[in-house]
């Protein structure tokens, strides 16, 4: 029998061989490709995971730090303002902050109070309508009670709860852990942070957090931990719900879906304790609470939420068990299809790479965002003081140097309250425009905040190419604007600092680019200035003399010189003026034009004028017993003054009524300025302080506002006619006939004059002459001191003589 070869079963075995080799190789290749795949599905979850928890920090990140910032709003709004901010102004600045943010329970206004301004500052609180007003204790039960003495406290005085809420007048000194942040913020100047088992504003209801803001005296420059210490006047507070905070940040963001997270602070002893978590919108069931240890084990980021910078809580963030972000195990795929599947591997892993890409996009887009000015789309102060600082590093290595270019708009706030922050708002952004279109692609550009703006001019080896820079900006920027109909037009103030090699650093130059812009507004605005060794040796001249000023009453350096008004006729001295002056332990005398300013723009101007009266109320005492008391003492006040405090006819009528002066001794002088600015403005007070029955007077009349109205519609009881028209009357007969005319309207409307500045024999007869019965000024006798003084009031007497002065003896009364 014969062999059909080609039917043995070798020769099948033989041609399935290329189909096992086949189906080996595809079964190798598949089960390497699959197992590829697995592992690129594994690294890719991870990345996605890890770009989307990072995406839920920035966003609450940013959320935390917007409610940050409306605590800084408000130490803003306290820095802001010159006179101290009243309970009014405090609830209408606080009132929208609240509504817009309900994690914030509370926000209040804790001052710094001394033990000896205790009493006083108990009545201040009872009279602004707490009632029972008094600096307090919490005891561990939460009962009040009053607290006991020490140096200084921290009580709070205003606060966004109804007056007869117990937490007013809390001292916080008496909280060591609060007590303890609140020194920290001090002594660093930043915010500081303190966990409470209860918020006694939320009615016992829930934990949280308290905050607190320092805020130094107006006008201070606070560089050291002693400075901060001596020139703190209070803290902004608030209470904080974080739950509720992390709540509504996620309600109003789109956060990423996917993910549980958890919040942990830490106890005393480095403790993590939870503090609230937040599961995912896709979960079907609640999250369970859990501890930190747990998370760790597996797939988690873990990230520290800082508030002002400092780590404040630990976020700690997986992926929900069967969400999206788990990996999906697509090898089953690639052992069924084979060669098919190698191919789709390859989209898939270039697909994954452009996942990868766009997920790098977002998270650049979002860096982005944290460095843009989200109005102008310009960078912002944080991403400007980076590259100021990557420009001071570069010319340090010997790059070209740069200038700093600081300006904001004159008055912008006109805009604001005439035709709305709308229309500021589309200027604000029309004025980038045109500043990013007239500068070179290499300037940078940043808004600083509010209307203020920054250019970091590159390659500017010569200060004058800034100032040609400023000139074109200012140019540019005058030309009037269209918004909805309105033409709108500004001006600018412009500050410039140059780099120098001895620079501090890219804080001392904004500071100096600062200093510039505000030496081009004292100039009167739509100008540029440049900085100088000059300019920082004034500022800081400023700030020593306003230093040594705040303690000058202490130290008994001030003291009041009196220069006696005379009746030309007789001689006989009718009243005095009271003149400040400073006895510097060190410096000598002085002048009053310097250090009046500089306690104008301190804050310091309330205390000086209060103790000026109080002073010159304590002499004419001293004078009455005596029986020699002039008719009238003259007393000059600020402007400031009378804008800066609310209770100024109070303040009046208790010096006054502590030495027991009638108050038609004291006669008040105030400039035409400034009389027109308080008859406009604050025409109440004025009005109070007439009912009082003091005097009013007009100091250098004749130099200040054309409009006489105010003479007609204000009863003023004498007018002193200025020493600059005085000194040229026998010589300038304009002069002469200002001043004639002066004292004929003085006399048809019933009003007193006296004439100052009067240093001849020859003013004096014009006087006379002209009809003005009184005069003062170095003829008679120059200011002196109480005890000259008392010489003078005494003999009653002033006989003017050649070349010196001297006291005529006489028996008129």
């Not at 996942?355 to 650049?364: D, E, G, L, P, T």
Request: negative net charge.
């Amino acid at each position: 029998m014969t062999m059909n070869f080609l039917s043995s079963p070798m020769v099948n075995i033989r041609r399935f061989v290329p189909c096992i080799l086949a189906g080996a190789v595809g079964i190798g290749v598949s089960v390497m490709a699959a197992g590829l795949t697995a592992n690129r599905e594994s690294r890719s979850a991870e990345q996605q995971f890890n770009a989307t928890a990072e995406n839920n920090f920035m966003i609450l990140q940013n959320g935390v730090n917007e409610y940050v910032n409306k605590l800084r709003a408000v130490r803003a709004f306290f820095d802001s303002s010159e006179a101290p901010v009243s309970r009014n102004a405090f609830e209408t600045f606080t009132r929208p902050l609240l509504v817009e943010n309900a994690a914030i329970s509370t926000l209040s206004w804790v001052p710094r109070v001394l033990n000896s301004e205790r009493a006083e500052f108990e009545r201040e609180g009872v009279q602004q309508g707490i009632p029972d007003y008094h600096i307090k204790m919490m005891a561990a039960d939460g009962k009040m009670s009053l607290s006991p003495e020490r140096s200084e406290y921290y009580p709070i005085l205003y606060a966004t709860l109804p007056k007869t809420f117990p937490l007013y007048g809390l001292d916080l000194r008496s909280e060591p852990p609060t007590l303890l942040e609140m020194e920290h913020a001090r002594d660093q100047d930043r915010l500081g942070i303190s966990g409470v088992r209860v918020l006694v504003s939320s009615g016992g209801e829930r934990s949280g957090f308290l905050f607190s803001l320092p805020v130094y005296s107006h006008g201070s420059f606070p560089n050291s931990v002693e400075d901060r210490r001596r020139s703190l006047a209070g803290f902004v507070h608030g209470s904080l719900s974080p739950g509720k905070m992390f709540e509504t940040i996620i309600t109003a963001n789109q956060v990423p879906e996917g993910l549980d997270s958890y919040f942990f602070t830490l106890d005393a002893d480095s403790t993590a304790l939870p503090l609230y978590m937040n599961g995912s919108r896709l979960r079907a069931t609640p999250l369970q609470p859990t501890n930190r240890g747990s998370l760790a084990a597996g797939l988690h980021l873990s990230r520290d939420i800082t508030a002002d910078g400092q780590p404040w809580l630990t976020m700690e963030m997986v992926p929900m068990p069967g969400g999206a972000l788990l990996p999906h195990d697509r090898a089953w795929i690639v052992l069924i299809f084979g060669l098919i599947i190698t191919g789709a591997v390859v989209i898939y892993i270039n697909t994954s790479r452009r996942h990868a890409r766009r997920m790098m996009q977002v998270n650049r887009q979002v860096s982005d965002l944290a460095q843009t000015d989200a109005l102008t789309s310009l960078v912002n102060r944080r991403a400007f003081m980076t590259q100021l600082g990557a420009a001071f590093a570069a010319c340090r290595r010997g790059a070209k140097p740069f200038a700093v270019l600081y300006f904001d708009l004159d008055h912008f706030k006109d805009v604001n309250d005439t035709l709305g922050h709308a229309v500021g708002d589309a200027l604000l952004r029309q004025i980038a425009a045109r500043v990013v279109a007239c500068v070179r692609e290499n300037d940078v550009v940043a808004r600083i905040g509010g209307d203020e703006f920054a250019i970091l001019q590159t390659d500017a080896e010569d200060a004058s190419a800034a100032g040609a820079l400023a000139d074109k900006i200012a140019t540019i920027l005058a030309a009037s604007y269209v918004i909805a109909g309105n033409e709108v037009h500004v001006s600018v103030s412009i500050g410039i600092s140059h780099y120098e090699p001895d620079t501090a650093g890219p804080e001392a130059m904004m500071i100096q680019a600062d200093l510039a812009l505000y030496r081009a507004k004292e100039d009167g605005r739509n100008c540029v200035r440049f900085h100088s060794a000059d300019l920082d040796r004034q500022v800081r001249e400023r700030v020593v003399i306003a230093d040594d000023l705040r303690g000058a009453i202490d130290r008994g350096e001030l003291e009041l010189h009196y220069q006696p008004q005379v009746e030309l006729r007789t001689r006989r001295i009718v009243g005095l003026e009271a003149l400040l002056r400073w006895r510097h332990k060190t410096r000598g005398d002085i002048p009053p034009s310097v250090f009046i300013p500089i306690a104008e723009r301190s804050g310091q101007i309330n205390a000086l004028g209060q103790w000026v009266l109080d002073a010159a109320c304590r002499q004419l005492r001293l004078w009455q017993d005596q029986g020699i008391a002039p008719e009238i003492l003259g007393v000059n006040f600020s402007a400031l003054q009378f804008k800066g405090s609310a209770t100024i006819d109070r303040d009046v009528a208790a010096s006054l009524s502590k030495w027991s002066i009638a108050p038609e001794k004291i006669e008040l002088e105030l400039t035409e300025s400034v009389l027109m600015e308080i008859t406009q403005q604050h025409s109440d007070r004025f009005e109070d302080l007439r009912r009082l029955g003091v005097r009013i007077a007009i100091d250098d009349f004749g130099t200040g506002y054309s409009s006489l109205s105010y003479l007609a519609n204000y009863p003023i009881n004498r007018v002193k006619v200025a020493q600059e028209l005085v000194f040229r009357v026998d010589t300038d007969h304009r002069s002469a006939t200002v001043v004639r005319a002066a004292i004929r309207l003085a006399h048809e409307l019933g009003i007193e004059i006296i004439a100052e500045g009067v240093e001849t024999e020859g003013q004096e007869k014009f006087l006379l002459s002209a009809g003005c019965g009184h005069a003062q000024g170095y003829y008679f006798s120059k200011p002196v001191d109480a005890a000259h003084a008392t010489e003078f009031l005494r003999v009653g007497k002033i006989e003017p003589g050649r070349p010196s002065l001297r006291v005529v003896q006489t028996t008129a009364a």
